[in-house]
């Protein structure tokens, strides 16, 4: 245990080695009533839109300590939020029973000893952050008035989630022919709420700058995005690094969004793991009319097997992490030093009679989760294809043992195309329609299914993953769709003379709910394993998803085609709906466009379709599009907290301490004031911002600096930011009312864990009250920090400095001894000594004033001897001391209540210089 003591520019710590206890500092007396113990309750939630008020979707968070501490500074309770998802009674532990089941991240704290308390959250994991303030956020410290109360609630969040009300949308495009000289758009953008043909997207890079790309990543903190070769039948790669080494197979692009066509290689797997790491480039004729009867045939096999699959960037903003889909390995690469490594090959959980091809990539709070699927490819039926998924820990560098994930794929999926009148109701027979179950990997042309010209042979690929709340969404991409484009004549196994040949494309998209022990459980029917987490929806029993339905109903064109989706997805965590790539995404009048189409997370029905390209351009249904991203701004920057009256001058907000209401605050940036606040009833105060000033979340109240507000990484690495928070004029001419008669605390004197939460922050410079922010408190976006607080007291600072103060059992007495280093117009001092540990019932132990010894430039040695003490009791001690105006200063009480014990001991105060 430590108690603090502090007398003017001195902060004392006094460390209890000992069985009697004083502390220092105290000019007011306590409340005369206290408040009853009793019950906290409440709930730590996960605030993905950053507002501080919980929403449907924003989930509980287990495992966050909760403590309640009494005026005293003592724990009056310890507890920890629930931390399992109850998916059923008794399941997957006891604690979920059929009734009054914790809800996840809930807690309830019964509180010992008297109130007031202050509540302290602590503990959470290194991915996530306090959230804003807000209605149901008050921050990691908060204060009830007695031990009965509820919806003391803590938000938390992960700066990487956050994005803004409409951001812009990226997607990959992928362009049949070569690309020298191809000035076709391989990426475009377009407004998150776009929908139907207008406005137009923006082009960003041409087939001439990438070539052939698919995943796609963006860095938030230089508005770049990153782009992977692919391998698409008849589509041919970029330019590469330009090294010899380099055939574009392993090239990553960087693209400024900026509206202007530009991309440059960024880095090429080749170039630095060796040639042909990625595999050899496989395109070889891309001209459909050489007559020879061997159109680009070398690429048909190396769909999902040679170049990259996924890319996604991790939460730091600048660590990208990339599926070799050669090696079946998975990469990371800095992105400032442009160093990559290779982090190993992902696990095959047992492939039967195929081969386990990883593709898909998901980032969440910490761990890389990296989907593949079971290919069948090696004399297998569809029986034999999986789908799974592993995590990887980069802190760790292992992957998970088992899949966190996995489930057989063949499942009822409807018709990839329907082509007789009417569209059929289950149960299907499969006439009239191509049908859309999926098919071992091929990698020569299959002889069918076709029906004049169009052809569907679906083969499932897993590119992308991404999370709704506790909840998995997986992406599937139909290969065969990559393998054959549109009026195709086909690889050289084609047969000569007849149509040429049009992909149906029958990718998918399915949900999965966590099993409450670290994996989840893939959709069943259109609802969740056990029901109730999500679903069931319209889709349920349409054979066309595990279980007989599926969750998406509206991936689908009704009475065409039952699997719409193409295999990019994006998921917004403040957004309803996630976003899929999807060709025919409007009307039916829009035949052979591809776009996005956004389906809700709650009744998987169609919110809105946007077409990106237009009936008939570049492979028109058959996977022209790849990857997509969400254009998310940086996640604001909050700080703040509270002002607050410090009785005790001990430079801690004790939950028996008042706040300081009225009181203006200023944020300064290298010189100029950029914000100002007053502190409200609770004596809060916040500076918020955000790019858009007008965001009702944000309520922001700063100037805006270039639209960014307050920007990490700011200043010198290690050392101090750019940014002060100053409370101005609480001295001199000009002092703020509210500060009328109070006197700045000492700073910085709780460093025990979390002190730096409750203690204050300011130092005097000049007539203001100065914090000056650490560059290392905002190194990332999204960093908000609550813990900037200022304490003031009531009269101007004491007049002594003290070195020491002990208390020891000594012979048949406690002997007390103080030591000062100065004293100002002190007369003289006190004991006063308590057995119940409260100074309302503390007596003077000392019948006359002890005379000062010392002087303004001079302190003296003090010792009082307390024959009254009784062995085998408790007691506390303070010592005030009295001015010779008649004012009086004292320190107290202690924390610690000990007994007497017949042989010494000693507590003593070293002294530490602030």
């Known amino acids: 245990m430590k108690l603090f003591l502090t007398i003017k520019q001195y902060s004392l710590a006094l460390t209890v080695g000992a069985l009697i206890t004083a502390l220092v500092i105290a000019t007011l007396p306590l409340p005369a009533s206290v408040q009853a113990a009793g019950v906290i309750s409440g709930i730590v939630f996960r605030d993905f839109d950053g507002d501080g008020v919980r929403d449907a979707n924003e989930p509980g968070v287990g495992g966050i300590t909760v403590t309640a501490y009494d005026p005293s500074g003592a724990s009056a309770g310890v507890t920890v939020s629930f931390a399992t998802l109850c998916i059923g009674p008794g399941n997957p532990i006891p604690e979920c029973t059929a009734l009054n089941t914790p809800a996840m991240g809930s807690y309830t704290l019964n509180a010992g000893g008297t109130g007031p308390y202050r509540i302290e959250f602590s503990g959470w994991p290194a991915s996530l952050r306090p959230a804003a303030q807000g209605a149901g956020n008050n921050t990691s410290v908060q204060f009830v008035p007695d031990g009965n109360s509820s919806n003391i609630d803590f938000a938390l969040h992960n700066p990487a989630e956050y994005c803004q009300e409409n951001p812009r949308v990226s997607v990959t495009c992928l362009q049949p022919g070569a ?35 698919w995943g796609l990543a963006y860095q938030r903190s230089t508005n770049s995005l990153f782009a992977a070769a692919y391998i698409k039948r008849a589509s041919a790669l970029g330019p590469g690094s330009g090294a010899p080494t380099s055939d574009g197979t392993g090239t990553i ?40 009867g061997d159109f680009d045939s070398g690429a048909y096999a190396a769909v999902g097997r040679v170049s990259l699959g996924d890319l996604d960037i991790a939460e730091d903003d600048n660590t990208l992490w990339v599926v070799n889909l050669a090696n079946r390995s998975l990469y990371s690469i800095a992105i400032d030093t442009r160093t990559a490594v290779a982090r190993g090959a992902v696990p095959d959980p047992g492939c039967a009679r195929g081969v386990g091809r990883p593709f898909g990539l998901g980032i969440r709070d910490g761990l890389v989760y990296v989907g593949g699927v079971c290919t069948a490819e090696n004399g297998g039926t569809a029986a034999d294809l999986l789908a799974y998924v592993y995590t990887y820990n980069p802190a760790t560098s292992a992957f998970s043992a088992a899949p966190v994930l996995q489930f057989p794929l063949n499942y009822p999926r409807g018709c990839a195309d329907i082509y007789l009148p009417g569209y059929p109701s289950p149960p299907f027979p499969e006439t009239g329609c191509l049908p859309a179950e999926w098919q071992p990997w091929q990698n020569i042309l299959p002889a069918g299914p076709y029906d004049e010209g169009f052809g569907a042979f679906p083969q499932p690929m897993l590119t992308d993953i991404a999370f709704d709340g506790n909840d998995m969404i997986l992406a599937f991409r139909d290969r065969f769709a990559d393998q054959i484009g549109s009026d195709d004549p086909g690889p ?43 679903g069931p929806t319209a889709g349920a029993g349409n054979e066309q998803g595990p279980g007989g339905g599926e969750f998406y109903v509206s991936d689908q064109l009704p009475g065409v085609h039952d699997e719409q989706v193409l295999g990019g997805i994006a998921q917004g965590a403040r957004f309803g709906e996630v976003i899929a790539v999807a060709f025919d995404p409007t009307t039916s009048d829009n035949l052979f466009s591809s776009g996005a189409i956004q389906m809700s997370n709650t009744t998987g029905e169609r919110v809105r379709g946007y077409q990106v390209t237009p009936p008939g351009a570049g492979f028109g249904k058959a996977n022209g599009l790849g990857d997509l991203e969400l254009l998310c701004d940086q996640a604001p920057v909050e700080i703040g907290n509270r002002v607050w009256l410090d009785r005790n001058r001990n430079g801690v907000q004790d939950p028996d301490e008042p706040p300081i209401p009225g009181v203006t605050v200023e944020l300064w940036r290298n010189g100029v004031r950029i914000g100002v606040a007053v502190t409200d009833a609770e004596g809060t105060y916040y500076f918020r911002s955000g790019r858009d000033p007008v965001d009702a979340n944000l309520e922001d109240n700063i100037i805006h ?72 408190n905002h190194a990332a976006a999204g960093t908000n920090n609550h813990t900037y607080d200022f304490g003031f007291f009531e009269g101007v600072p004491t007049a002594i400095a003290l070195m020491s103060f002990t208390a020891g059992w000594e012979g048949n007495a406690v002997m007390i001894r103080w030591v000062t280093a100065m004293e100002l117009d002190t007369a003289g001092f006190r004991l006063l000594r308590s057995a119940t540990g409260r100074i309302d019932d503390a007596i003077i132990v000392t019948p006359t004033l002890i005379r000062a010894r010392g002087g303004p430039g001079s302190g003296a040695m003090y010792e009082w001897r307390d024959a009254t003490a009784q062995p085998g009791a408790a007691y506390t001690y303070w010592l005030e001391e009295v001015e010779t ?7 107290g009480p202690a924390t610690a209540r000990v007994q007497v014990e017949s042989s010494l001991h000693r507590v003593v105060i070293p002294l530490v210089i602030r």
């Open 179 to 213: 690309a020298v000289g191809n000035t076709n758009t391989t990426i475009y953008t377009f407004n998150y709420t776009d929908s139907g043909t207008m406005p137009l997207p923006q082009t960003q890079t041409t087939a001439s700058q990438t070539g052939a790309i």
């Open 253 to 292: 692009y960087r693209v400024t969004v900026n509206g202007v066509p530009d991309s440059a290689p960024f880095i090429d797997l080749d170039d630095i793991f060796g040639a042909a790491t990625t595999g050899a480039n496989p395109h070889t004729d891309l001209d459909p009319f050489n007559g020879n």
């Open 492 to 534: 050289a196994e084609a047969p000569p003379g007849g149509s040429n040949l049009n992909a149906i494309p029958a990718g998918d998209l399915l949900r999965a709910s966590p099993n409450g022990v670290g994996g989840w459980v893939i959709e069943n029917n259109s609802q969740s394993v056990p029901p109730g987490l999500f």
């Open 705 to 776: 600096d270039g639209g960014i507000g307050i920007r990490p990484r700011t200043g010198t690495p290690g050392g101090a930011s750019e940014y002060e928070v100053r409370i101005p004029n609480i001295t001199g001419p000009n002092r703020q009312p509210a500060l009328t008669n109070l006197t700045l605390t000492v700073n910085d004197n709780d460093s025990s864990p979390n002190g730096d939460s409750r203690d204050s922050d300011g130092e005097t410079v000049g007539n203001n009250a100065v914090f000056v922010i650490p560059y290392n």
């Open 885 to 891: 105006t008649g004012r009086v200063n004292r320190y």
